[in-house]
Each structure stands twice: as C-alpha cells, then as structure tokens.
C-alpha cells in the first residue's frame, strides 16, 4: 500500500477513535483531559511516521538526504550559513543532526519541530474548545498536510511555527509571538506575507466587508491575469524564495487562472459566512484566511503557487472547527464530528482528483 494511502487510512482510525473518546467522556473536564492526551498522542504518531518514512517518499526525500550529506563537508556552522544563505533554523536542525550521521533521526527531528508548533497550539485551543483534537484532525486531513512533513518540509516548519504566532498575537502575548514568528521566518521567507496579514488584521481593526471586497477584486485580477507577476517592484525585494517562485520555469507547473483552487477556497468561504458567530478568534481567523486567500489568487501565474496556497489551506480547519463550536452550543460535538468526517472526505476526493499526494513540485 502507498505510503500516504496507508496514513489516511490510520487517519481516519484516530478520527473514529478520537470521537468515540469524547463520545464517553461525560463531563467537560473529562473531555479537555482526553482532548489533551489525544494531541499529545497523534502528534507523536506523526512524528514517528513521518520520521522513519522510507526514503523512496515524497518527491523531495532525496534532495534533503542531500542537504544532510553536504552539511556534514561544513567545518563550522558560519560557513555553512553563508553557503545556504536563508531558512537558517532548517539549516541549523540539518548541520547540528548531520554531526550525528542518522538520516533517519535527522527526519524524526524534522518531524518533531514540525508537530511541535502544531502541539503547542492546539493545546492552547483545548483550553477554550475540549473537542480541539477533531480541529487537529482536520489539519491532518488536509490533502497538503503529509506534504509539510515530507516534501515541502521548510514550508511545513514555516506554517507549524507561525500558528502559536497567531495565537500569541491575539492573545497580545507579544513576547512569544515574536519569538515564534522569528522561528516562521528563518524556517522559510514565504510565511513573510501571512505574517503581514496577521499584523494587519490584529492592528487596523477593518470590518469584515473589507476583506470581502478585496477577496473579490484579488478574484478579478487573477482572471485577468493580474497578479505578483505583474508588479516589477516584487523583484527589488530581496526574498530569495519568492524570487525563486517567481522565476521558474513555467512549464514544469500549471500556471494561469486555477479554476479548481479557486472553488475549492470560495466553498469554504461560503460555509464560514454562514457559520458566523460572535467568536472575536473566529472572526480574526476568518479574516486571515480571506487576506490569505487573496494573496494565493494573485500568485496563479506563478510556479509552484500551491506554496502559498497552503498558508490560507490550513486555517480552514480552523476556522470551520471554531465556527461549528460556536454555531450551536448545544450540538458542539455533533456540528464538530460531522465537520472533520465531511472535511476528510472531502480532502479525499481532492487528493483523487489532483493525483498526487503533496502539493506540486
């Protein structure tokens, strides 16, 4: 059995077993403690799976086995920064692992800080919402969330990273958020354009028709062909990753109007502003995903735009679990666990439908 059908399989057995759990658990102490206990329990079965993942999977293995290798010719970490020149706190699990020779603890490692930020985070939801577990599942159920501990492993670190960011942010814990928000950037110079948003959202307090707005005229400009591309100032901007994007070869990926990105984030959009409620996180969460949204139609003509599409992709669990929490009280567990299991099924059919495992490479 393929490697990631196999852990959609074993998805879809914690998902079961995690609403079952719940399902028993009579009081809502008993359901923060099992909610708790679950997380911890799925992020350590992900770290070992994706850490000792054999390495014929994922697209990109082989170049990371690479960047291990050659790490080790490095004499001190000074020149091996120089040589990388960005994504230093990858560079720096891989030099310091790579002193050590495993190749297989190198990728439990990967994996580990990659579920880190993922732990710590929704963690710090189950002290809000005791049914956060089913919010982690919809992450993992996602269609580009086996790629962030496989292929696109710096923009996995980015995005694992920069979720505490937004928690701390909105909670105006600003000594943790920058802390985190450091450890987005130097993980991959990309997560640079949700940070932006974030700090928009959090401090130019617009209501949401704005975002609307601009949804929809960052909509009519990716059918027109206006995007990223068309601004030259984009370039001056020394950001060596979106530089990179920006001038790949067009015809090793799709470029031009994504017509099935498109509907696939507009659905979504549509069942968020029919869950609106009184949540403040709901709201900011909602408006981070719309910005998020926008910027992703802008960058349709450019190589490997999937990339910045899954900075708007993974707050869609997040935003549909916070608003079927608070949609109807009474229901929470039943709107949540009917939600992860649509979600799943849903993920699956994309994953179907695009026929490959991981975002494009």
């Keep these: 059995m393929d490697y990631y059908d196999l852990f959609n399989w074993i998805l879809i057995g914690c998902i079961i077993l995690s609403c079952l759990a719940l399902m028993f658990s009579h009081k809502s102490y008993e359901e923060s403690v099992v909610s708790k206990v679950?997380?911890?329990?799925?992020?350590?079965?992900?770290?070992?799976?994706?850490?000792?993942?054999p390495s014929f999977v994922g697209t990109d293995t082989g170049y990371y086995i690479r960047r291990f290798n050659f790490a080790i010719s490095y004499s001190s970490l000074?020149?091996?920064?120089?040589?990388?020149?960005?994504?230093?706190?990858?560079?720096?699990?891989?030099?310091?692992?790579?002193?050590?020779?495993?190749?297989?603890?190198?990728?439990?490692?990967?994996?580990?800080?990659?579920?880190?930020?993922?732990?710590?985070?929704?963690?710090?939801?189950?002290?809000?919402h005791t049914h956060a577990i089913l919010a982690l599942l919809m992450v993992a159920s996602m269609f580009s969330f086996p790629g962030m501990l496989s292929n696109i492993i710096r923009n996995g670190l980015a995005i694992s990273f920069f979720l505490p960011c937004t928690y701390y942010t909105l909670q105006k814990d600003y000594k943790y958020a920058v802390l985190w928000?450091?450890?987005?950037?130097?993980?991959?110079?990309?997560?640079?354009?949700?940070i932006i948003g974030l700090l928009v959202?959090?401090?130019?307090?617009?209501?949401?028709?704005?975002?609307?707005?601009?949804?929809?005229?960052?909509?009519?400009?990716?059918?027109?062909?206006?995007?990223?591309?068309?601004?030259?100032?984009?370039?001056?901007?020394?950001?060596?990753?979106?530089?990179?994007?920006?001038?790949?070869?067009?015809?090793?990926?799709?470029?031009?109007?994504r017509i099935d990105f498109y509907?696939?984030?507009?659905?979504?959009?549509?069942?968020?502003?029919?869950?609106?409620?009184?949540?403040?996180?709901?709201?900011?969460?909602?408006?981070?995903?719309?910005?998020?949204?926008?910027v992703f139609f802008l960058c349709f003509h450019i190589p490997f735009s999937d990339r910045f599409g899954i900075y708007s992709w993974v707050f869609i669990p997040i935003v549909l679990f916070l608003g079927t929490e608070h949609y109807n009280p009474k229901f929470r567990f039943a709107f949540s666990t009917l939600a992860t299991f649509m979600l799943y099924f849903i993920n699956q059919l994309v994953y179907m439908y695009m026929n490959v495992p991981t975002p494009d490479n």
């Design 38 to 53: 679950l997380i911890l329990s799925f992020c350590l079965l992900c770290i070992f799976y994706w850490g000792v993942r």
């Design 78 to 128: 000074g020149d091996y920064f120089n040589y990388i020149s960005g994504d230093y706190f990858f560079g720096f699990i891989v030099y310091y692992i790579s002193r050590l020779g495993s190749i297989t603890f190198y990728f439990i490692s990967i994996a580990f800080f990659t579920m880190l930020g993922f732990y710590v985070f929704f963690m710090k939801l189950a002290r809000y």
């Design 181 to 194: 928000g450091l450890a987005s950037i130097l993980s991959h110079e990309s997560i640079l354009l949700p």
């Design 201 to 257: 959202i959090h401090f130019v307090r617009l209501p949401l028709k704005y975002y609307l707005l601009g949804y929809l005229a960052c909509s009519l400009m990716a059918f027109a062909n206006i995007g990223l591309h068309s601004f030259g100032f984009i370039f001056d901007f020394d950001i060596e990753k979106l530089n990179h994007y920006m001038n790949a070869e067009i015809d090793i990926y799709k470029v031009g109007f």
């Design 263 to 294: 509907l696939f984030n507009t659905l979504f959009l549509l069942v968020f502003l029919a869950l609106r409620n009184s949540s403040i996180a709901f709201d900011r969460y909602l408006k981070l995903y719309i910005f998020l949204s926008s």
